[in-house]
């Protein structure tokens, strides 16, 4: 049907693969770690972290067209987005000193918070926050308007510290942004895959997924593609001031 000769075809079938494929053989099997080592984070849809991965963690020359052309492949797909509801707050408390200005010139500048339980559990974080990183004054927290964070417990502990509040407009959840963007993506990258049976099983499972693969593993676009400690680290080493 194909009009070739016995001879042509026994030669093309007892060929050796070519470099090319085995180039994208061993590419495959870099990319299917990469995703192993992600717990199936990254996906088809995630091609610039998986290429940030391979060239900034690896070392490999690769483009970005490869990369997504073997995931297809392979079909790698990551997990799906989640949206839900927040609750909307009407307390008018602190003024907004961020108006959604995310971006800063070093560390430890402005942190962003969101809604838990009861003021002292947020309180306590916060006590935590400050013996960790141990801010200059001035520093700006970002938060909703829940009532944890208009309490006078909170209130206090910050400014004691001398930490400055700041609130978004009511109603608005663009101005919290970056925790709503993160809150969405432990939730789908964690929470939505498994169910914790204690409170200390689910403890430890947000931990790990925080300290180790959040941190320490997970490629950020909004920091060029690095982890956080990279990012970090290599603030130090250009401001050490910062």
Same mark, same amino acid.
């Given at each position: 049907?194909?009009?070739?000769?016995?001879?042509?075809?026994?030669?093309?079938?007892?060929?050796?693969?070519?470099?090319?494929?085995?180039?994208?053989?061993?590419?495959?099997?870099?990319?299917?770690?990469?995703?192993?080592?992600?717990?199936? #984070?990254?996906?088809?849809?995630?091609?610039?972290?998986?290429?940030?991965?391979?060239?900034?963690?690896?070392?490999?020359?690769?483009?970005?067209?490869?990369?997504?052309? /073997?995931?297809?492949?392979?079909?790698?797909?990551?997990?799906?987005?989640?949206?839900?509801? @927040?609750?909307?707050?009407?307390?008018?408390? *602190?003024?907004?000193?961020?108006?959604?200005?995310?971006?800063?010139?070093?560390?430890?500048?402005?942190?962003?918070?969101? *809604?838990?339980?009861? *003021?002292?559990?947020?309180?306590?974080?916060?006590?935590?926050?400050?013996?960790?990183?141990?801010? $200059?004054?001035? /520093?700006?927290?970002?938060?909703?308007?829940?009532?944890?964070?208009?309490?006078?417990?909170?209130?206090?502990?910050?400014?004691?510290?001398?930490? #400055?509040?700041?609130?978004?407009?009511?109603?608005?959840?663009?101005?919290?942004?970056?925790?709503?963007?993160?809150?969405?993506?432990?939730?789908?990258? /964690?929470?939505?895959?498994?169910?914790?049976?204690?409170?200390? $099983?689910?403890?430890? *499972?947000?931990?790990?997924?925080?300290?180790?693969?959040?941190?320490?593993?997970?490629?950020?676009?909004?920091?060029?593609? @690095?982890?956080?400690?990279?990012?970090?680290?290599?603030?130090?080493?250009?401001?050490?001031?910062?």
């Amino acid at each position: 049907m194909l009009g070739v000769s016995d001879s042509g075809y026994y030669l093309w079938h007892n060929r050796p693969p070519s470099a090319r494929a085995i180039r994208h053989a061993w590419l495959t099997e870099q990319i299917e770690a990469v995703h192993t080592v992600s717990n199936g #984070v990254y996906g088809a849809h995630c091609v610039r972290r998986v290429h940030a991965e391979l060239t900034l963690g690896h070392g490999i020359v690769v483009g970005h067209g490869a990369v997504e052309m /073997l995931m297809r492949r392979a079909g790698l797909k990551g997990l799906p987005g989640s949206r839900r509801p @927040r609750p909307k707050h009407q307390t008018p408390t *602190a003024a907004d000193l961020v108006g959604r200005a995310f971006s800063r010139t070093g560390r430890d500048q402005r942190w962003s918070i969101d *809604a838990s339980q009861t *003021a002292a559990l947020v309180t306590n974080d916060l006590d935590m926050a400050i013996r960790n990183r141990n801010p $200059e004054p001035g /520093l700006v927290i970002h938060s909703d308007h829940g009532v944890q964070f208009t309490s006078w417990a909170f209130t206090q502990r910050a400014r004691a510290s001398g930490l #400055v509040p700041s609130m978004g407009s009511v109603a608005d959840c663009d101005d919290n942004a970056m925790i709503e963007s993160f809150w969405s993506r432990m939730q789908t990258e /964690l929470l939505n895959r498994r169910r914790s049976t204690t409170r200390i $099983e689910l403890a430890n *499972a947000i931990f790990e997924y925080l300290e180790i693969f959040h941190n320490r593993q997970r490629r950020h676009s909004a920091l060029g593609m @690095r982890t956080p400690i990279e990012y970090e680290l290599r603030a130090d080493r250009i401001d050490p001031v910062a």
